[in-house]
């Protein structure tokens, strides 16, 4: 499996600023996504991070809020804009491989943003 | 679309006794089947995984077996530790349906007491 970091592993910010995450694999990797877990709850994934195109971004979820990079095949950012205290979440990235007939996934560690 | 039903938690436990989640599935294709635990204050790690119908999958003293008749995939662990203290998310990918996307269950908080 991938091994997976994130920068920063928390942070806590001030609304109506920016925060950018960096996800760092140690292979390249085809797919990546961006998920988001609010307290308490489930994971939501907020976009497929694409590498030389636009991300693919899922229902509710829009690029001006959440812009996302991916220059290579092992590193992508997600950024939120213009923070609320409803961002507070802890953010994942994860990398997926395909073995055969299905899709495995594997994640970071999380940045727990707290966002005042 | 697919999706995931798991039983709400928390399930609090005393050490040494039998731990069952269920987790149901609909899905419009044939998926392949995940449990994943996240640990106090980390990420998520896979626990175990099966890609077929009658798969069991394994790993930790935890186990899943993939029905595909009753469409679930129940975790069970036949006796639990303070360490086994965790989120668990039943999670499905259907790569036919749904490309590469995860969809996950709400989750279940298991607290085991020593």
């Known amino acids: 499996s991938a091994v997976i970091s994130q920068k920063p592993s928390r942070d806590i910010c001030q609304r109506g600023t920016s925060l950018t995450i960096q996800c760092q694999v140690d292979?390249?990797?085809?797919?990546m996504f961006w998920y988001r877990q609010q307290p308490g709850q489930s994971l939501t994934l907020i976009a497929t991070?694409?590498?030389?195109?636009?991300?693919?971004?899922e229902s509710g979820f829009v690029i001006d809020k959440f812009p996302i990079s991916r220059p290579n095949l092992t590193f992508s950012t997600l950024t939120v804009s213009n923070m609320s205290p409803e961002d507070s979440s802890i953010y994942l990235c994860?990398?997926?491989?395909?073995?055969?007939?299905?899709?495995?996934?594997?994640f970071g560690p999380g940045t727990r943003l707290t966002v005042l | 679309g697919n999706s995931v039903t798991q039983m709400e938690g928390p399930v609090t436990l005393s050490e040494e006794a039998f731990l069952t989640i269920n987790c149901t599935y609909t899905a419009t294709g044939y998926p392949s089947l995940f449990w994943y635990v996240q640990y106090p204050g980390e990420g998520l790690q896979l626990l175990l995984k099966?890609?077929?119908?009658?798969d069991k999958g394994s790993n930790k003293g935890f186990e899943a077996t993939y029905r595909k008749e009753t469409t679930s995939f129940h975790l069970e662990k036949g006796s639990v530790q303070v360490s086994d203290s965790a989120v668990y998310f039943c999670a499905l990918s259907d790569l036919g349906a749904a490309g590469n996307k995860l969809t996950f269950g709400g989750g279940t908080r298991v607290l085991v007491k020593p």
């Open positions: 099966a890609t077929k119908a009658d």
């Open positions: 991070a694409n590498q030389g195109s636009e991300a693919t971004y």
């Open positions: 292979s390249q990797v085809t797919m």
């Open positions: 994860s990398v997926g491989t395909i073995a055969g007939s299905y899709n495995e996934q594997f």
